[in-house]
């Protein structure tokens, strides 16, 4: 198994850019995360699908930020406009449920200069 | 919210030697402990996880312990090794079935083994 599968690895961008991240899931996890890691605010939840639906999005920090989950194996995260304060790792995690653990893959390190 | 405090931030430790990392949390509805190791340019992988009906549980190496009562959770590396260095974070959820991986995460602990 690849594990989670996300891209790119890194992004630079300048302020104002539109950002995508991506992301691929196992096969047959049922729920797909998105966290951020930054040193200010470490680990911290930003949206989850159960069956590529939206179930909380109470972690997205500001309506430039946008999840979406069009089929089971695939995931986007978009940020438009960007802005500097978004630098930070994002990353993607799935897990089957029913109390199995989440397995994250290895991040989009994301600069916006 | 669940709130989730870790100790220490940084732990330097002779190979051989054990180490320990104690996190506590603010939920008493939190029911779900998982332990993540994140090596540099890595995601976080799990290396261990307790639910509230444990008290203790064994993995080899690397135990974790858990009191509800006092709401704290520690990780215990045995015999440490080189290869144990790396980012490790405490975490903890509701574990409801479509709670389980919404994760509190500690600030994490930088645990450098030294040959």
């Known amino acids: 198994d690849a594990g989670v599968i996300q891209s790119p690895r890194h992004e630079v961008t300048e302020m104002g850019q539109e950002v995508t991240l991506r992301c691929k899931p196992i096969?047959?996890?049922?729920?797909l995360f998105w966290y951020r890691q930054t040193m200010m605010r470490g680990l911290e939840l930003l949206i989850y699908f159960n069956n590529n639906v939206p179930i909380d999005d109470s972690g997205m920090p500001e309506d430039r930020f946008s999840a979406k989950m069009p089929n089971a194996s695939f995931s986007t995260l978009k940020i438009q406009p960007s802005e500097p304060r978004d630098s930070a790792v994002y990353f993607c995690?799935?897990?089957?449920?029913?109390?199995?653990?989440?397995?994250f893959g290895n991040g989009t390190r994301l600069t916006v200069t | 919210g669940e709130n989730v405090e870790q100790h220490p931030s940084t732990l330097s430790v002779q190979e051989g030697d054990s180490a320990v990392i104690k996190c506590t949390y603010s939920d008493s509805a939190s029911n779900y402990f998982p332990w993540y190791k994140q090596e540099l340019g890595k995601g976080p992988q799990l290396i261990i996880d307790?639910?509230?009906?444990?008290g203790e549980k064994k993995d080899q190496r690397i135990a974790v312990t858990l009191n509800k009562t006092a709401k704290h959770f520690s990780l215990h590396i045995t015999e440490t090794q080189p290869e144990d260095s790396a980012v490790y974070f405490c975490a903890a959820s509701k574990g409801t079935t479509d709670s389980w991986g919404k994760l509190q995460f500690g600030a994490g602990t930088q645990v450098v083994v030294t040959p």
């Open positions: 307790i639910r509230s009906n444990v």
């Open positions: 995690a799935s897990t089957i449920g029913g109390g199995s653990p989440l397995h």
């Open positions: 096969s047959g996890h049922d729920y």
